[in-house]
Structure formats: C-alpha cells, structure tokens
C-alpha cells in the first residue's frame, strides 16, 4: 500500500483492518487464497462482472485487453459463482 501512496502509518491501519475483517469472515477456517497470475485474473474478472450493466461489452473488451466473447464467459462464470455463494448463504 505504501507502494501507492499511502503513508506508513495509514498502510498499517488498514493492513490490520483487512486482517481483522478476514478473521471475522472466515472464523478460523481454512481457505484457498490464490497469488499472482491468478490473483490478478480473479480480481479482473470480478471488476469486470462490477462494471457489467454500465459499461457496454465492446468497452470492457477494449479496456480490459479481451474478446467480447472473453467477457461474455468471465460474466458467465461469475453469475454461477454468486449464485453457487447464495445458495451457501440460504442453506446456513
């Protein structure tokens, strides 16, 4: 964070935010948190499925790198991820 800009002092207090709000999250369970190349493709992929409904298809084809057909599948799979967590959220 320190990286874009922040100071010292506000990286820390909200690396520890982050930390805390996991922690409560995932109440000391195990999970999967991927790095790298697939961190990224994670990332893009749910800020594309953000922005459908406000930017056309072509756009995000363009500023994203990627096929309309990319972002038809990206938007695809990541419906079926929020549905599949929803239909976790109503079994609880």
């Known amino acids: 964070m ?8 506000e990286a ?6 982050i930390i805390a709000e996991l922690a409560n999250y995932f109440g ?7 790095r790298g190349e697939v961190l990224e493709r994670n990332l893009r992929d749910a800020e594309i499925f953000r922005l459908v409904g406000r930017v056309k298809v072509l756009e995000l084809s363009e500023r994203f790198n990627l096929t309309q057909a990319q972002i038809y599948n990206i938007i695809k799979k990541q419906r079926a991820l929020r549905r599949h967590a929803n239909v976790g959220k109503a079994n609880v």
């Open 12 to 17: 820390t207090r909200m690396s520890f935010s």
């Open 2 to 9: 320190t990286r874009e800009g922040m100071s010292t002092g």
């Open 28 to 34: 000391g369970r195990q999970f999967y948190l991927p």
